[in-house]
């Protein structure tokens, strides 16, 4: 069974959805606000690896699916690391060294830091980009739903369906990696393309 861990954007979501929705989460999640694996947090009980360590409150899991904000707040300077991201080479050396743990990695930019998507790939950890792989077509090209998803804290709505996608498949998430969106090809379409083969045929 897969471990679910992130930080205040997931943490907000399982608060604020229905109970009946969040039960299922119910020891198989943890997220904590600024949790993150940047060395360079002030507290040191948010930084994932410390919790994941022999030691830690988390020594003893593994399937572990990684929410996007704890790979954001990694590389975001803020006040609570001092406003030293961490680096990507780090990142990736320490993402390396756990993925015989990490089931998956739910990865989307947040606004103002770099899109890692490619360089989170080289870790060896399966990453499902959230903008391909978890919204629907139409939703892949809406303004407002992109800016939503690159906020710090993205709505509840959104996060919700996210998560239900995720969970949903959590078993076999290695599928949604694979699976391509296919483009709806709208009857309003096909019409056109036939009166225009009709008017084609008529010259």
């Known amino acids: 069974m897969v471990f679910l861990i992130g ?74 690391n ?34 890692i998507f490619n360089e989170l790939i080289k870790t060896g950890i399966p990453v499902i980009d959230v903008r391909k792989k978890l919204l629907s077509h139409r939703k892949q090209h809406d303004p407002q739903i992109l800016v939503d998803l690159a906020q710090a804290h993205p709505s509840v709505a959104l996060e919700a369906q996210l998560l239900s996608t995720v969970w949903r498949k959590r078993n076999v998430l290695r599928e949604l990696i694979k699976r391509k969106k296919k483009t709806k090809n709208r009857s309003s379409q096909k019409k056109r393309q036939k009166k225009r083969k009709q008017r084609e045929a008529k010259v």
């Open 82 to 115: 001092n406003y030293k991201s961490f680096p990507l080479t780090e990142l990736q050396k320490t993402l390396s060294k756990l993925s015989h743990r990490i089931e998956a990695i739910i990865y989307c930019p947040r606004a103002g830091t770099n899109d």
């Open 7 to 80: 930080a205040s954007s997931l943490d907000n979501l399982i608060k604020k959805i229905p109970y009946i929705s969040r039960r299922p989460l119910f020891g198989r999640s943890f997220s904590i606000p600024g949790l993150s694996f940047n060395i360079n947090a002030v507290n040191k009980h948010k930084v994932l690896q410390n919790l994941l360590a022999s030691r830690g409150v988390l020594a003893q899991k593994h399937k572990i699916v990684i929410w996007h904000d704890v790979i954001n707040n990694s590389v975001t300077k803020h006040r609570s």
